[in-house]
């Protein structure tokens, strides 16, 4: 659905079209530049902005199917620019990603929104308080964006920061199911990665002046953005080697439990082997027995074999088995 639908004059917002058809006859007159926003569109309505504003079929594609990785496409006048916005679930303790795509001609902003993030709409009404900004042309819309998706990692990096806390916590505390939830994270850090990673490029072909024309203002403000996500790209490298090392120590102290456990249960065999082995030893009843015919036989197989089960356990407690 379109979500929201405006033409920008030097910086202002002036016309909020009703239809996509006044935007058109507004973009062909010349009378500013037209921001559409648009919500998992349907296939009539992406046809329509495609066939407007001449946007090249691969491009189209990859904004109706999306599931596609961050990057920069340039076709003719048109930059296509595919974006992974993610955020943190609190209750659900997991992090959700999005996807936007934004075409961006000389007089036009089209962004297809798959995801409930990020809140295009915030980003409109910061533009929209900062008009020195927004007279810097469709470029400073990308910029917007960009900042927006790039400043809401911030907050999911917190949030796996906290839970891997958490799971150290469960590791040194023998939580002997917390392996699932490691992996699980991990697989969460790698996907983030996935994400962030390739804005790295992204950005810095759009920072060179050789690639794309961009305002220089705005080139600027990207480089800020830049360093945003070379911070976050970071973190989660080390996120990803902790994660890691964890994994690896649960393993060690899952080792040592089951040594432990092992050892436990050897010791106790070998106690109640040893006056199993007497009790077997005279209870043959071969006829040429001396202990048989003993007064004091009985007695004296009893006091060995507690002696000697004693003895072991003696032992054993000593070595830390028991």
């Known amino acids: 659905m379109i979500v929201d639908n405006a033409i920008y004059v030097d910086g202002r917002r002036t016309e909020e079209p009703g239809t996509l058809r006044e935007t058109y006859d507004a973009v062909r007159e010349r009378r500013g530049i037209a921001w559409i926003g648009l919500y998992r569109p349907t296939e009539e ?27 920069l496409e340039r076709y003719g006048e ?52 900062d008009p020195e ?17 790039v400043d809401d990692y911030v907050p999911v990096v917190d949030g796996l920061r906290n839970d891997i806390e958490e799971i150290e916590a469960e590791v040194f505390g023998g939580n002997p199911s917390v392996s699932r939830r490691i992996y699980e994270l991990s697989r969460e850090v790698i ?4 994400a962030t990673e390739p804005l790295r490029g992204v950005l810095g072909d759009m920072i ?79 006829r040429y027995m001396p202990e048989l015919n003993w007064l004091l036989g009985y007695p004296f197989a009893l006091v060995l074999m507690v002696c000697t089960s004693l003895t072991l356990y003696l032992v054993f407690k000593h070595r830390g088995w028991l």
């Open 45 to 71: 309505e992406f046809s329509s902005v495609a066939g407007e504003f001449g946007l090249h079929e691969l491009a189209v594609e990859d904004a109706t199917e999306a599931h596609q990785r961050p990057k």
């Open 191 to 194: 996907e983030f990665q996935r």
């Open 208 to 286: 060179r002046a050789e690639t794309i024309d961009v305002d220089p203002e705005v080139r600027r403000y990207l480089r800020d953005v830049q360093d945003h996500v070379l911070q976050v790209t970071e973190r989660l490298a080390g996120f990803r080697e902790l994660l890691q090392n964890i994994l690896s120590v649960n393993l060690t102290l899952a080792s040592l439990a089951q040594n432990e456990e092992v050892k436990k249960i050897s010791a106790w065999a070998a106690i109640l082997f040893a006056p199993t082995l007497i009790g077997t030893v005279y209870g043959m009843n071969f």
């Open 78 to 129: 048109t930059l296509f620019v595919v974006l992974k916005p993610a955020r943190y679930l609190d209750e659900e303790e997991r992090v959700e990603f999005g996807e936007v795509h934004v075409f961006v001609g000389e007089d036009f902003v089209v962004t297809v929104r798959h995801g409930e993030a990020p809140h295009l709409g915030e980003v409109r009404k910061r533009l929209e308080a």
């Open 133 to 149: 900004l927004l007279r810097r042309g469709p470029e400073a819309i990308m910029h917007a964006i960009m900042d927006r998706v």
